[in-house]
């Protein structure tokens, strides 16, 4: 299925059969102090991975080994719905970005904040070669405009895949201001160069989370149209939606802020936002 832009809504959600699969970890890189890349790999070809450009938000879910057996259950599909094991506890699932696919290897590529409050996190801490993990979806793609005259995108660790996708995936001339929160500023993640870009990395443990609100509010948009893109902690965007809707006033369809985590929250389903948001 697939909803076309207009001029009111420029961003088209196209949707993709849902596909269980149990993958394996077939490397894994330090790329932060906390942040490592896993490859997993096993990709079958007669099950095509859709990896679509400009959909930087694209993701799946992760499905984690049963604490008690270590084993993963994954669910099924019946009638393109998913279907829970049978006689067994509810699998964990997580969302994790997509931040790469290689066909051709048959792998993707996801990149884990390391943190040791939940599952996903542990698991990524400890994730051996070898280790197997279920990946369901990606459902749909959120396929971004690319004609605008300037991206703004703004975000904690979590967000740190997408952002360079869109920095991948955005073409070459596109104006984008790029505001990242660390822990600290010695833990830099590595996000793609391109030319017209500005990255700004924030320090969250000299100046806490609402760091990333207050960069965002002195940023100064060039004239034309503007698209906001921003994700992380739920709560240090609250700021960052208000000044969207009351001062920069941009149209809902030309803004997509979303919540990936929320302190103190196990499994936050990102599409139940705060009413307040
Ligand atoms: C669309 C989408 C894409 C995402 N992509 C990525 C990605 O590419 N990489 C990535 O690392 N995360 C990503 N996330 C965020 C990730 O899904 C959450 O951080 C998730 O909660 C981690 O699960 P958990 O089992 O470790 O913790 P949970 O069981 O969900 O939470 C347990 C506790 O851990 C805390 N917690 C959760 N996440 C973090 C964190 N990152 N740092 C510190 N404390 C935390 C919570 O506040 C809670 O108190 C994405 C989320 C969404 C919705």
């Known amino acids: 299925m697939s909803k076309q832009s207009t001029e009111d809504s420029p961003i088209r959600l196209v949707m993709h059969p849902l596909v269980p699969r149990l993958l394996h970890v077939a490397g894994i ?8 890349r896993i490859t997993l790999a096993g990709l079958a070809p007669e099950a095509p991975f859709p990896f679509t450009p400009m959909a930087a938000s694209d993701h799946v879910k992760l499905v984690f080994p049963e604490a008690e057996t270590g084993q993963i259950h994954l669910p099924t599909v019946v009638d393109d719905r998913l279907a829970m094991p049978e006689g067994r506890p509810r699998p964990i699932f997580r969302d994790y970005t997509v931040r790469a696919h290689d066909g051709g290897a048959g792998t993707l590529d996801i990149d884990f904040v390391l943190h040791q409050h939940g599952p996903a996190g542990l698991w990524a801490i400890g994730a051996q070669l070898g280790d197997t ?112 809707r009351e001062v920069l006033q941009l149209p809902p369809a030309h803004v997509d802020i979303d919540g990936y985590w929320k302190l103190g929250v196990e499994g936050l389903d990102h599409h139940e936002q705060d009413s307040d948001d």
């Open 133 to 244: 993990l279920g990946v369901l979806g990606p459902r749909g793609s959120h396929i971004y405009p690319s004609d605008f005259d300037q991206y703004l995108i703004a975000g904690d660790e979590t967000a740190v895949p997408a952002m360079a996708r869109w920095l991948e995936e955005l073409p070459p001339g596109a104006q984008a201001t790029v505001l990242v929160t660390v822990a600290s500023l010695a833990e830099q993640p590595a996000l793609p160069h391109r030319v017209g870009t500005s990255v700004t990395f924030l320090d969250r443990s000299v100046q806490g989370a609402g760091v990333l609100a207050q960069a965002f509010a002195s940023v100064v948009p060039v004239p034309g149209r503007l698209f906001v893109w921003a994700a992380g902690e739920a709560g240090s965007l609250k700021p960052i939606r208000r000044h969207v």
């Open 29 to 36: 890189e330090a790329l932060t102090p906390s942040m490592r």
